[in-house]
Structure formats: structure tokens, C-alpha cells
């Protein structure tokens, strides 16, 4: 037991050690006045995936290199250090900023997607502001028109595929809200604006089914001097979106709404429906 304890001091000391003259150096480093040595060692802690250390030197070193031919390069390693440590707000400040001032820099297509990547991981859920999500959105696509050969360009378009589901989830949730409040008049246009916005969604039969219902609640509680158009409205919805989802799980209730405003409506052209 007495062995084991002494052993387990000879180790923290080792480590303390170690742990105080790896301070030491950093130290030693951060004091330097010999940019290029600190620029060196930057480099160095990064390639090692010590961010932290790395990007606390290329702080310190941004203002000196700013208007010299490597200051792209000191932005680009210190807006990467940042991303890694997750401080995305910074590092898309740095990635932008490398592009403002070094627009035919090597690391200029790698940070047009980074400042994508950035808004990307800030994009919050559905329920909350989209602004970093259509940030995100409209970074990708301008780096996928800018380099449309990139190794990344697939990636920007998944991301891009995913960032605009949210937005249509989000316009769901939305008119579901509005919905489920009674308020079908905004729930029709909610819906509508995320079809007309998001036509190729993996949403696109759940939003037809909801404007569906939201159509013929608007037109069978309406007022009578608007309930003859609202049907009809609604009757035209339900021909869309039986012809585009002829199986829907769902045929059966759409089936009941078309009986009823075909007999609210007189409309006789049974053909339209299968009754069986």
C-alpha cells in the first residue's frame, strides 16, 4: 500500500513538473519578441491539436502580420484554432475577414466554407431564430457558385438540403401552431409559403396534408359571404393532393373532407373520387 502511494507521488510529480515547465515555455514564447519564432511555434502547437495555446499566440500576432503578405496565412490558422475550440462566432469574424483582405488567397475557398460551417453549428432548433441558418444557407451556395469543382462542394449542398428542411420543419411547426389555435387563415398561408419556398421538401406530403385540413376548416367555419370561394379552394387542394399522393395513409380522411364539400358545393363529378 505504502509502495503504491509512493508511487502515485513520484508520478504527480513528474507531471507537475512537466505540467510547470511546459508553462515555462509558453512563457517564454508568449514574451518573445521574435515574431517569426512565435509564428513558428503557433504553427506547431497547431499541428500538435493544441488549440488553445496555438490560437493564443496568433492573437497576439494578427495585428502585427495585418498588411503583410502572411497575414492570410496568420488568420486562416488562427480562425481554424478558434473553430476547433468551438468559438464559432470568432472564427467566422477571422475566416470573413481573411476573405475581405485576401479575396485570391490559397485559403480563400477553405474559409468560404468554413464561414458556411460556422453559421451551420450556431443554427439552432426549428422553434428558435433562423438567422445563422439562412446565413449558413446563403454562405454554402455562394461557395458552391464560387468553386464548383471544390472536394467540399457535395458536402455544402447536404448541408444546404438539411438547413432548408429545418426552415420548412419550421414553417410546419408554424402553421401546425396556427392550427392548432383555430387560426387556419394564417395556417394556410404559413403552409403555402413553405411549399411555394421548399417544393422538393421531404415534408411536402405532411405540409399538403395539413394546408389540406386547414383549407376545409377555414371554408366549413367560414362566413357565408366568403364560404362558397373557401370551399372551392379547398375542393381544388384536395384534386392536388390526391393526384400527387394517390396512397397516402391519410386517403381515407381526404376522402371524407371531398364528400362534404362536394355536398356543400352541389358538385357532381363522382368520377373524381374513388367511393369503393
Known amino acids: 500500500m505504502l509502495k503504491k502511494l509512493y508511487g502515485n507521488k513520484v508520478i504527480f510529480f513528474i507531471l507537475s513538473v512537466l505540467l510547470l515547465t511546459g508553462c515555462n515555455n509558453f512563457n517564454k514564447i508568449v514574451k518573445s519578441s521574435d515574431y517569426e519564432f512565435k509564428y513558428k511555434k503557433a504553427l506547431e502547437y497547431y499541428q500538435d491539436e493544441d488549440y488553445s495555446h496555438a490560437s493564443a499566440l496568433l492573437e497576439k500576432l494578427v495585428t502585427i502580420y495585418r498588411g503583410t503578405s502572411s497575414a492570410d496565412d496568420v488568420y486562416f490558422y488562427y480562425a481554424k484554432s478558434l473553430f476547433e475550440q468551438k468559438d464559432y462566432i470568432m472564427a467566422c469574424h477571422w475566416f470573413r475577414t481573411l476573405l475581405d483582405e485576401f479575396s485570391e488567397s490559397e485559403h480563400a475557398e477553405e474559409s468560404q466554407f468554413m464561414v458556411g460551417s460556422c453559421y451551420y453549428l450556431q443554427s439552432p432548433s426549428p422553434r428558435l431564430d433562423q438567422s445563422p441558418t439562412y446565413k449558413s444557407i446563403d454562405a454554402f451556395h455562394l461557395f458552391v457558385n464560387l468553386y464548383p469543382g471544390s472536394k467540399w ?104 373532407y371531398y364528400k362534404i364539400l362536394a355536398k356543400l358545393l352541389n358538385y357532381k363529378s363522382e368520377d373524381k373520387l374513388d367511393t369503393k
Open 153 to 256: 462542394k457535395a458536402k455544402a449542398e447536404s448541408y444546404i438540403n438539411e438547413l432548408q428542411n429545418k426552415l420548412v420543419y419550421k414553417s410546419y411547426l408554424t402553421g401546425k401552431l396556427y392550427y392548432d389555435f383555430g387560426n387556419y387563415k394564417a395556417a394556410v398561408i404559413a403552409l403555402s409559403n413553405s411549399l411555394k419556398d421548399y417544393p422538393g421538401t421531404k415534408y411536402r406530403e405532411d405540409l399538403m396534408f395539413m394546408l389540406l385540413k386547414a383549407k376545409y376548416l377555414l371554408a366549413t367555419n367560414s362566413v357565408e359571404a366568403k364560404k362558397k370561394q373557401r370551399l372551392s379552394n379547398a375542393l381544388d387542394e384536395y384534386f392536388a393532393f390526391v393526384d400527387e399522393f394517390p396512397q397516402s395513409e391519410n386517403k381515407k380522411e381526404v376522402d371524407n
